[in-house]
C-alpha cells in the first residue's frame, strides 16, 4: 500500500512509501507522485524516469497501486507499521 509521510513546514513535496518503505515523493501542488527508489529492485530510479513514476529498471509504477490518502506513515512506528491517526 501507498503512504504519505508528514508533512514538514517549507517543503512542497511529503515523501512517498510502499509498505512501510520510502520510495519517493508526492507533491504537494497537484499531486505528481515520484519513484526515487523501485520497492521491487531496490534500485535508484534513473534520473529521467523519477517523474514519471516508472521504475526504468523492473517496470515498476506508482500509478498501479492505489494512494491512501487517510493513511500517514509514521516514521517512528517500527518497519512496515502504518499510522491510522
Known amino acids: 500500500m501507498l503512504s504519505v509521510g508528514p508533512h514538514k513546514p517549507g517543503c512542497d513535496h511529503v515523501d512517498l512509501f510502499f509498505d512501510g518503505a520510502w520510495i519517493g515523493y508526492r507533491g504537494n501542488k497537484g499531486g505528481a507522485l515520484g519513484l526515487q527508489k523501485c520497492p ?43 499510522s491510522t491517526d
Open 40 to 82: 521491487v529492485c531496490r534500485v535508484g530510479n534513473y534520473a529521467l524516469s523519477v517523474s514519471t513514476g516508472t521504475c526504468y529498471q523492473c517496470g515498476w509504477s506508482v500509478h498501479d497501486h492505489e494512494l491512501d490518502g487517510a493513511v500517514e506513515h509514521d516514521p517512528h512506528a517500527g518497519a512496515n507499521q502504518i
